[in-house]
């Protein structure tokens, strides 16, 4: 059966498949996961990342029949992903990995796809998840810091420079607290689910309290927890309609962690965002579908449209 590897390298830890074509869909026909080993330095990560990819491609000789006839792989950080690169990381200590040379080679020459983390995750919700159907969508995860996917017509936007959808650079608080970015007061220290995390704890007076606690805690109506969460919301709010305006997305499609809280979340940010608008449309804003899959199941289209810009360029006289 024909399949392609598909490869989500995280912060801690490396979820894989191998993904047949089907349609608008990407089923996985395997699935693994391993640690990332960031532990043991930037080049052991390369090297489990290549060793990982060798096992996933004999696993598919072995029980499908023929080995993987591309590779796709989100990465986290800053990706050239037209010349393959793993350009910055600081979870993973990356400058400059030439990662789609080093799987070429390892893998006998077959085609590899790099993309962003965020980005790819983005595809999949805007091909196959809560985006399907929109012809332009903005995902927008929360987790330990905040980026943004952009999509046009089934594609996400990279940038001219790789840049593009870093929506938790957003300023909404000028003069605010530093961010490790460079600049102060940017969405991701308000709205992420880290900094919800830090403000609950400080709060609450419980070092070891998270998001999730504080989410918990909105619940059961604590006036403490319903400040901490209502300033994360008006600061996600102020960064998304600054998004909209710029993007005038159909859909907006919120992840990670934060999401998780389901309408604890849903219900205030759709109502400080409607307060805001002026003369922006109101996009749909849902949660996102995929969940932690979202990655892989990205990673599995950008290799089958790969593959697709190939057989297409072959055939061009």
Not at 5 to 24: E, F, H, N, P, Q
Not at 38 to 53: H, M, N, S, T, Y
Not at 125 to 131: D, K, L, M, P, S
Request: aromatic letters at 4%; glycine letters at 14%.
């Amino acid at each position: 059966m024909r399949h392609v590897i598909a490869l989500d390298v995280g912060g801690t830890g490396m979820k894989a498949a191998l993904a047949a074509a089907s349609g608008a869909v990407t089923p996985l026909l395997h699935q693994a996961r391993r640690p990332t080993g960031r532990e043991r330095g930037p080049d052991a990560v390369v090297e489990g990342i290549l060793d990982f990819a060798a096992e996933l491609r004999a696993h598919g000789e072995q029980h499908f029949g023929e080995p993987a006839a591309a590779v796709g792989v989100a990465v986290p950080g800053i990706v050239d992903e037209e010349r393959g690169i793993a350009a910055y990381s600081a979870n993973l200590g990356w400058r400059d990995v030439p990662l789609r040379q080093l799987l070429t080679e390892r893998l006998g020459g077959i085609p590899v796809a790099l993309g962003h983390d965020v980005r790819t995750g983005g595809l999949a919700e805007g091909r196959i998840g809560a985006g399907k159907g929109a012809d332009r969508f903005l995902f927008v995860p929360l987790g330990t810091g905040i980026a943004g996917a952009i999509g046009i017509d089934g594609r996400v936007e990279a940038g001219a420079h790789g840049f593009a959808g870093e929506i938790g650079h957003i300023v909404v608080r000028p003069g605010g607290p530093a961010c490790p970015c460079g600049q102060r007061g940017c969405l991701e220290r308000f709205a992420s689910a880290a900094a919800v995390s830090e403000a609950w704890a400080a709060a609450c007076g419980d070092p070891e309290a998270d998001a999730a606690d504080c989410a918990k805690a909105v619940a059961s109506g604590d006036p403490n927890a319903v400040r901490v969460w209502q300033e994360a919301v008006d600061a996600l709010a102020d960064g998304l309609v600054t998004a909209l305006t710029l993007l005038d997305p159909r859909t907006l499609i919120i992840g990670g962690g934060l999401a998780e809280a389901g309408e604890t979340l849903f219900t205030p940010l759709r109502d400080a965002v409607r307060r805001r608008v002026t003369f922006q449309k109101l996009p749909e804003i849902v949660p996102a579908a995929l969940g932690d899959t979202s990655g892989c199941l990205g990673a599995g289209l950008l290799a089958w449209d790969l593959l697709d810009h190939i057989n297409r360029t072959e055939v061009t006289p």
